[in-house]
């Protein structure tokens, strides 16, 4: 009789639906799931949210913010959305390479006006993570298996991920972040990559390495670009704040134009999610630098295939901003001067950040917060002193100590200051090993299972 | 050496070609069928020539189509002032629920049991909802994976892709009838192992145009559950089809309701025209709540390392349209036009192939639903059309909308004439 009551009420709410005795399930198709260990990032995003402190504010995600602490949307963007609108444009599908201007100019943007574009084979992607994804599906299935990767340690957690979904099982860390001196340990990076199989991959971040915030100097470049010659590297660049770092589009393309004059065969991944603000509309390119024209052409064709099968054609909007931002004089400029003030912001908030330090006598040396570029900073606090800044200050990092500058404002620098100021002083830096989130995570479930 | 002082360009390419490109085993691909045929039909310099390759609808007069209701949503949000900041990594809440909603009924008992992420159009939500199958289900390295002869394409290269290479096809269209092969289907379901994977079109088959009445989905959904499959549907055109969302859901709630494990696919390409903006969704019915969530946490690391956040714009469109009461009913009107004039385009097609007395029986084209028709038209015949400027897709796959009443006796008159020329109907069923 309940079932025929049941019956009764699904008969009144959808007199369509066939009349069926309710069902329960006999399997459960996904018994054996088991819940992943968190994500640290959105892990402490998540804690930010939740802490009902007043005088909170948030240094983990790295999305650029105003002095005012808000989301910003660059007014070229807004600009060209407004006209886009009163043009009426159809919304019928791109193909698979994307859209043309919007891949022309993104070429542009990153090699500079170059004689050899035709050996450039460029597509639409879904932001930097898409064009990473497809590069590395592409690598899977065109290069010997067992054709190893190197990535920098530490690097953005989300590769290891990337690649791995990709199917490219073999990844080794190359050294990269000095803890003593909070910069770059070129010779263990060398050093490192000598002992590396000819023709391996390499990831490089084009600037503004992510999360250190530590570059290569040119003379360091040079040497790499010697290195890759010799052992034949296939260098695999991400470039995700070409003029968000420096504020100059150009200078933050050195690396990359530097391997095009030099003759290297090479991948760029290339995300505007941050030098324009286009985060939620997935816009970028990928871009395979091949010895000739045919090469090329074939590599194009086989890329188009990798992205078929995932999700065949790229969203047209952002594209589209882009194109008309790219491809538009007046437009570009005022891109450039927006996207200075972005990244102006960011440096000044560096040097007050480090400069407050100074001033309320902070123990250590805090140049490297000014030296390291781009939306982060290891400020080289260890997991027990970023607690204190979290638990005590309700001011949240990552427990590796990498802070996102955007988060940093004229309103709150100089409590920062004063929270970092009392960090060092309760809690002294003791171990000396380079701290990922990772293997933050990776301590605290051991600690947890003991 | 002195030829590169002299000949400076000749450095950079001599370092450049130093060492063999990396990428000289790199084999050529094989050009899409599709986009050689739309080539050809580009390079077509007659007048008269007609497209009815694509799957995107066109209007009367031929233009792709934008609905209006879709343009007064986006100057609604250009009022709003939004920031482009990421959605989260499975989607806007607003735009999970509404779709969830629209897809399974507002009152579904399953909505608070399914695991929904946006994705990337359908296709992404075909790749997603594979990707949570080959990772999650034990044996999935063996498992068959059962499609319908034939398929589009595209299904293929997505299961493979998403690393099922165990894929094979159950009987569905039935050259003779040009209907459905609905024992042969039922068979090849029910010998399919215990627990394989079946995909199954909700509505608007492609590329056949041949669906399953109610009757019959009750019967396979008997079949489905003997077998304990688990279904995966592609619900690529929901409202489009037969100019009801309810109609056309009808198999998805079916299913959902009765026991049935499923995994679907939702893409607004068609039904709101969004094609380029990739909107959809993928959808995973659970047994329970607390398989649904632990299924759920697994999401973010999945999506993330395919394409990271979604893009937020086509998705916009959407929950503005479906939270407006005006505007969904704005948007279920422009449907119901749209899907009247495929209906009306097949109904002409039909009468005048038989009025000026086409060889051969014509009602399918009239009978078939959605966005496609198999015509019938053997490979011979569909070359012989292209010579007539009418372009089919593969297999006589003709897309309906492109015929209008400006072009319909054109078509019918070249069809007449290539079947007359050619008239033995070998029919192509890949």
Redesign the interface.
Same mark, same amino acid.
């Given at each position: 009789s309940f079932t025929n009551h049941m019956n009764k009420l699904a008969r009144l709410?959808?007199p369509?639906?066939?009349r &069926?005795p309710m069902?329960? #399930? *006999?399997?459960?198709?996904?018994?054996?799931?088991? &819940?992943?260990a968190p994500?640290p990032i #959105?892990g402490m995003n998540a804690r930010f949210k939740a802490d009902k402190d007043p005088n909170k504010f948030s240094l983990v995600i790295g999305?650029y913010r105003t002095n005012e602490g808000k989301? $910003?949307?660059f007014p070229i963007?807004?600009k060209v959305?407004?006209q886009m609108?009163k043009e009426?444009l159809?919304?019928? $599908?791109?193909n698979m390479q994307g859209d043309d201007l919007f891949t022309a100019g993104s070429k542009k943007l990153i090699f500079g006006e170059t004689e050899h574009a035709d050996r450039i084979a460029t597509h639409q992607a879904? *932001?930097?993570? @898409?064009g990473l994804?497809v590069a590395a599906?592409f690598f899977a299935q065109?290069?010997p298996k067992s054709t190893p990767i190197y990535i920098s340690d530490p690097t953005w957690p989300?590769h290891f991920?990337?690649f791995?979904?990709?199917g490219m099982e073999n990844q080794v860390k190359y050294p990269y972040y000095d803890t003593k001196t909070n910069s770059l340990n070129f010779s263990g990076m060398m050093d490192s990559l000598k002992k590396a199989p000819d023709?391996a991959i390499v990831l490089f971040h084009a600037c503004a390495h992510n999360p250190t915030g530590i570059d290569p100097t040119p003379e360091q470049w040079d040497e790499v670009v010697k290195l890759v010659?010799e052992k034949?590297f296939?260098p695999f660049i991400d470039s995700a704040y070409q003029g968000y770092a420096t504020g100059d589009l150009d200078k933050d393309a050195y690396s990359v134009r530097l391997f095009l004059?030099? @003759?290297?065969?090479f991948v760029v991944a290339q995300s505007y999610a941050k030098n324009c603000? &286009? $985060?939620?509309?997935?816009v970028g390119a990928l871009h #395979?630098v091949? *010895?000739?024209k045919d090469?090329r052409d074939?590599?194009f064709?086989?890329v188009?295939?990798c992205i078929? @099968?995932? $999700?065949?054609?790229?969203?047209?909007?952002?594209a589209r901003i882009m194109a008309r931002i790219l491809n538009d004089e007046k437009n570009f400029n005022q891109w450039k001067k927006e996207l200075k003030e972005v990244a102006d912001r960011i440096l000044a908030m560096r040097s007050s950040l480090r400069d407050s330090l100074v001033e309320i006598n902070t123990p250590g040396n805090w140049d490297h917060i000014v030296n390291q570029i781009g939306m982060f900073s290891y400020s080289g606090l260890s997991p027990e002193q970023c607690d204190i800044l979290i638990n005590k200050w309700h001011i949240y990092l990552m427990r590796s100590g990498r802070m996102s500058i955007s988060g940093i404002n004229t309103n709150n620098v100089k409590r920062l200051a004063e929270a970092i100021k009392d960090a060092v002083t309760t809690a002294p830096k003791i171990q000396l090993t380079t701290y990922t989130d990772r293997t933050i995570i990776t301590d605290l479930l051991q600690k947890k299972k003991k | 050496n002195m030829l590169t002082r002299i000949f400076p360009k000749m450095q950079r390419f001599a370092s450049a070609r130093a060492f063999a490109s990396i990428w000289a085993g790199v084999p050529q691909g094989s050009p899409d069928p599709i986009f050689s045929i739309r080539d050809r039909y580009l390079a077509d310099k007659s007048k008269d020539k007609v497209f009815l390759v694509v799957g995107a609808y066109r209007t009367e007069e031929g233009k792709p189509y934008v609905f209006p209701v879709v343009r007064k949503a986006e100057e609604l949000l250009m009022k709003e002032n939004l920031d482009h900041e990421y959605a989260p990594i499975i989607g806007s809440p607003k735009f999970l629920d509404l779709s969830k909603k629209l897809l399974f009924g507002e009152k579904s008992p399953v909505l608070d049991r399914t695991v929904t992420n946006q994705t990337i159009s359908g296709l992404g939500g075909l790749r997603l909802g594979s990707e949570y199958l080959f990772k999650f289900l034990p044996g999935s390295n063996e498992k068959q994976f059962l499609i319908s002869g034939p398929t589009w394409p595209i299904h293929h290269t997505i299961l493979e892709d998403a690393g099922f290479k165990n894929l094979i096809n159950y009987p569905y269209y039935n050259p003779k009838t040009k209907g459905l092969d609905f024992e042969g289907m039922k068979n090849g379901i029910k010998s399919a192992p215990k627990s394989s994977i079946v995909l199954l079109h909700a509505s608007g088959h492609n590329p056949t145009g041949v669906d399953p009445s109610q009757k019959q989905w009750e019967e396979i959904l008997e079949v489905v559950k003997e077998k304990e499959h688990i279904v995966f549907f592609d619900s690529a055109y929901q409202g489009y089809a037969t100019g009801s969302l309810e109609k056309d859901a009808y198999p998805v709630r079916l299913f959902a309701e009765n026991g049935v494990e499923l995994v679907c696919a939702q893409s607004y390409s068609k039904n709101l025209g969004l094609y380029g903006e990739r909107a959809g969704l993928i959808h995973l019915v659970c047994k329970d709540k607390e398989a649904s969530s632990k299924l759920a946490s697994n999401s973010d690391f999945l999506i993330r390392g395919i394409w990271g956040p979604p893009p937020i714009h086509g998705a916009r469109i959407v929950t503005k349209i479906l939270e407006t009461p005006e505007l969904k009913k704005q948007w279920k009107d422009e449907l119901m036009t749209v899907s009247e004039r495929i209906m009306e385009a097949r109904k002409k097609l039909r009468a005048e192939l038989e009025a000026i007395g086409t060889p051969g029986k014509w009602d399918h084209i009239e009978n078939h639903i959605g966005m496609f028709s198999f015509t019938g038209l053997s490979e011979a015949q569909c070359k012989a059309l292209e010579e007539k400027h009418v372009y089919m897709g593969p297999g006589g796959r003709m897309s309906v909308s492109g015929i209008n009443s400006f072009n319909y006796k054109y078509v019918a008159q070249a069809i007449k004439d290539v079947v007359e020329k050619y008239p033995q109907e070998r029919q192509i069923n890949k």
């Open positions: 709410a959808r369509n639906l066939v &069926m069902a329960a #399930f *006999s399997t459960n198709v996904w018994e054996h799931i088991t &819940m992943p994500d #959105f999305a989301p $910003y949307v963007v807004k959305e407004e609108l009426g159809d919304k019928e $599908y791109l879904l *932001s930097g993570t @898409g994804r599906t065109n290069l989300n991920r990337v791995t979904d990709a023709k010659k034949q296939l004059k030099e @003759g290297l065969q603000g &286009m $985060y939620g509309e997935r #395979f091949c *010895s000739d090469t074939k590599v064709a086989q188009n295939l078929r @099968g995932a $999700y065949s054609n790229p969203p047209i909007h952002g | -």
